[in-house]
């Protein structure tokens, strides 16, 4: 049995893998699980944008979960959005959706912020200007970063090692690897340059976002939670595709 976290296992900000709970339900618990219990706002960032794209926010006052309405703090948003210039998210997107009933579950009283962050340096800076706003508030918040890592095989045109469990070993041991050895080390340009590079994570701009947030919260200490393969949930054969899930905490 898993022993209970204790007041200092718990975190500031934290990275959770987004592909859905039937493949990285667990990783993503333990992620969420690890943020402070005593957050007034957790702050969900997905990805899944481009280095150009500006900074995506949900607009609305509250968003709808299986467990009720988590409220949005419009206050923070504002004062974030006076630092850093955002653009309603009117798109569909996974990143964040899969993950607001868990933080719904474990967090039934906290207000959340919604917003999307692109693969570039600028969101390392948008992480630190979350903490300032913050700050600024007197609000005790955490962040949430949301990334899956690898997509190999042929279903995402990605398999640079060819197939089966060679590649498959490649990808837990050499490509995830690396991306989670940066992430550990707190550097926002080695994440940048593994995720462009290497093809080694989907929504690299929320875990810089969430890199930033914690240096600016003078939380520099990386810890890798869970990590695990799609393949895994496979009853027979290896599957022609898998993706590497990571859960870390920050902090």
Known sequence: M???LSKEDFCCAAI???AGWFY???PAAKAVSSLDPQVETVVVIGGHLAGRMPVLAAIE???KTPLGVLEIDTELREKFGKLIPFEPDIYEDNTIE???PMVHFFFPGVKILWLRFPAAHSSFEA???LAKSAKTLGRKIAVLASTDLTHYGKNYGFSPKGMGKKALEWMEKVND???IDAVLKGDPELVLKRAEEDSSACSAGAVLGALGFAKSSGKNHGRLLDYRTSAETAEDELPV???GYAAISLG
């Open 177 to 179: 690897a690396a991306f």
């Open 24 to 26: 990285s339900g667990v």
């Open 127 to 129: 992480g630190k200007s």
């Open 241 to 243: 595709s898998f993706v």
């Open 2 to 4: 898993q022993k209970a």
């Open 16 to 18: 959770s893998p987004h």
């Open 61 to 63: 006052d509250g968003v």
């Open 98 to 100: 899969v993950l607001l």
